[in-house]
């Protein structure tokens, strides 16, 4: 996956540049307050779930610190030993966590640039995974997120499909303008959401600018 293409590069990097004893890389979800560990594919893991913590890591802040100011997740993660501790964001927040395992001081200027380049890098990576996965608008699964739902319950049985269009989008939007269709398109994401709840619904997705699909 990209992910784990964007993990082996840091390594890389890092390996590089910077001497160390040991790499841990985190995902922060803010919404759900999870850290996650990634495998070599790419696949995350719920490792631990702590909003406080997350709260304790300052933007543009890089620490060092020994292995008994390890904070909790270091700790879980079985970090003893003097480490770096390097918060990654977005203009959204918390993004991730760098731990960088290291006896001795490095060169703060390089880790900065490491941190600066990385930062952007996931940022646009995630936002880019995001698109994909769901409609910015209307927070509605995107296509290609029902096709692949569609994929996998193909020989459900009790799965049903169905498509929904608004009748006189166009006149509208010609008529009455873009801020009007708008909240017309999200008065209909909001009533599929309230009608077909998930776990109830496998799949709710927007499919072009006036047509919905519902996997349930």
């Known amino acids: 996956t990209d992910l784990a293409t964007f993990k082996h590069q840091l390594r890389y990097t890092l390996d590089r ?3 160390h004893q040991g790499i841990q890389f985190c995902l922060y979800n803010s919404q759900h307050g999870h850290f996650s560990t990634l495998d070599f594919h790419g696949n995350g893991r719920v490792f631990m779930k702590d909003k406080t913590l997350a709260n ?5 802040k890089i620490r060092y610190r020994n292995k008994s100011e390890a904070d909790p997740l270091a700790q879980k993660l079985q970090i003893r030993s003097n480490h770096y501790v390097i918060p990654l964001y977005s203009q959204d927040g918390l993004i991730a966590i760098i731990y960088i395992q290291a006896f001795l001081p490095s060169s703060g200027s390089i880790l900065r640039m490491i941190r600066d380049y990385t930062e952007i890098a996931l940022s646009n990576l995630l936002l880019r995974n995001t698109l994909m996965r769901e409609d910015v608008m209307t927070k509605l699964d995107s296509q290609h997120t029902m096709n692949a739902s569609i994929d ?7 799965v049903f499909f169905a498509q929904l ?8 939007l010609h008529l009455h303008g873009s801020q009007s269709a708008d909240k017309i398109v999200l008065a209909t994401a909001e009533m599929m959401h309230t009608c077909f709840p998930k776990p109830r619904a496998i799949s709710l997705s927007r499919d072009g600018l006036d047509k919905f699909c519902l996997l349930f």
Do not use: A, K, R, T
């Not at 304790?56 to 543009?60: A, E, M, S």
């Not at 996998?152 to 009790?158: G, V």
């Not at 269009?165 to 509208?172: N, P, Y």
């Open 56 to 60: 304790l890591f300052l933007p543009g």
């Open 17 to 19: 540049f910077i001497p």
């Open 165 to 172: 269009e608004i009748d006189f989008f166009e006149q509208i």
């Open 152 to 158: 996998c319950h193909q020989n459900s049985q009790h």
